[in-house]
Each structure stands twice: as structure tokens, then as C-alpha cells.
């Protein structure tokens, strides 16, 4: 199944997505938001959240894959598990489109009453989002531009957070399963392996990346010829 974008843009998606979901949030905790307005967007954002949860772990997912499968393990059934991991991507994605053209809409329609809780900058980059997902297909150069907008891109506390447990997770995993022991013997702790290991990650996303902005300019070539050829 073909995905209507690219994975980095539904990256960028999934980014500003739990930004505005955040602002709203705030809003609502320091009870600037009115319970009526709230009450208008409330299923949707919950909805939001969850599609974004599901999505984020479907590109996680398919990114992990897509190294591991290539590089270190086979897959049994190639062509299957390429498609499922694709299609997990692609159903999640939609279903993520479909809430926040929901929030858009009701956002955008009381935007009057919505504008009065947030500072200037902050609604500036609400209605940029909104505007830019508001119809079946997203505006990704208006969405480029909420990217530039606003610092996503920083860690959060829940970032670190989750580093923080993810480390302390995996450590007493290692240790029950004797796994910790085993990564000593075969030298995955060794400080020159593991800087072999970042080095050679650090290429394989430099070389993705490139390959992204490759398909992304044909794309925007063929997109140019078909409106000449009209």
C-alpha cells in the first residue's frame, strides 16, 4: 500500500500534532479554556492522542525494521512483512488525519472565542496547523512552515523521561534474562564497538534522509510535468 506522503513528513505530522495537542491540554489544566469550548473539542483530542500513540509506534516500528531487516536479521516472508508494516502506517495515518480535520473544523468555525486563551504566537501556530490538515489532503508546505514556527524539535521532560526509564527498563531485562552478561562476553559494552555502532547509525539516517529528498524532488518533478502536460 502506497503512502500518500513521505515518512518524514508524517514524522513532522506526528511532532507538530502532539504540540498543538499539548497547548490545548495546557489550557484546559489552567482552566483557560472554557468548559463549553472544551466540551466541543474534547473526543476529538482524546481520539487525536490515541491515533498519535498508535502512529508513532507504527513508524517506530517500521524505521526499526526497516534497519534491522536490511542490515541484520531476514525476514521470512519479505513481501508480507514490508506490506504490514506499510499498511499499519498508512491506516493509523488517516485515522490521525481524520480526528484533527474534526478539531480543525470546530477550532477554525469558533475561532473567535478559541484565539482569546492563547497568546498571539501560540495561535498563530494553532490555526497553521489546523489550516494545514483541514482538507483531505495536508497542506505540507504550510505544515514546513509550523516546523520552522515553532521549537518541536527540543527535548521535553517526557523525552528525557522516557530515555531515563527506557535505560532502567532494559537494564533489569539484561540482568534477569542473563543477557547483560552475555553482551560483556561478546564485547557489545566495549567503548570502541559501541562508537562503531553510533557511527555506522549516524550514516544509515544520513543516507535515508538523502534517499527522502531524492523521492520528495521527483515527486515535485512529476507533479510540475502533470500540470504542464494539463
Known amino acids: 500500500m502506497e503512502l500518500p506522503v513521505d515518512l518524514p513528513t508524517i514524522v513532522g505530522l506526528i511532532s507538530e500534532s502532539i504540540a498543538l495537542i499539548r497547548l490545548l491540554q495546557e489550557a484546559i489544566a489552567k482552566k483557560e479554556l472554557k468548559d463549553t469550548l472544551w466540551r466541543l473539542i474534547g473526543d476529538d483530542v482524546k ?20 534497519f534491522f531487516y536490511s542490515l541484520l536479521f531476514e525476514p521470512l516472508d519479505p513481501d508480507a512483512k514490508a506490506k504490514e508494516l506499510i499498511e499499519s502506517i498508512s491506516k493509523n495515518y488517516h485515522e490521525l488525519l481524520e480526528s484533527l480535520r474534526s478539531l480543525s473544523k470546530t477550532i477554525l468555525t469558533y475561532q473567535d472565542e478559541f484565539k482569546g486563551f492563547f497568546s498571539p504566537t501560540e495561535w498563530i501556530y494553532i490555526k497553521g496547523i489546523l ?11 504550510l505544515l514546513s512552515k509550523q516546523v520552522k514556527a515553532w521549537p518541536v524539535f527540543q ?59 531524492k523521492f520528495k524532488s521527483k515527486q515535485k518533478s512529476a507533479s510540475q510535468k ?5
Open 47 to 66: 481520539r487525536a492522542e490515541t491515533t498519535i500513540d498508535r502512529l508513532s509506534d507504527a513508524v517506530i516500528l517500521a524505521f526499526g525494521a526497516n
Open 226 to 230: 502533470s500540470k504542464e502536460t494539463i
Open 131 to 141: 489550516s494545514a490538515v483541514k482538507e483531505e489532503k495536508i497542506d505540507t508546505e
Open 155 to 213: 527535548q521535553t521532560k517526557n523525552q528525557l523521561r522516557f530515555q531515563e526509564k527506557f535505560s532502567e527498563y532494559l537494564d533489569e531485562f539484561n540482568k534477569q534474562t542473563g543477557l547483560d552478561e552475555l553482551n560483556q562476553r561478546i564485547g557489545l559494552k566495549d567503548k570502541e564497538y559501541q562508537e562503531f555502532v553510533a557511527k555506522f547509525l549516524e550514516r544509515c539516517l544520513k543516507e535515508f534522509f538523502a534517499e527522502s529528498k
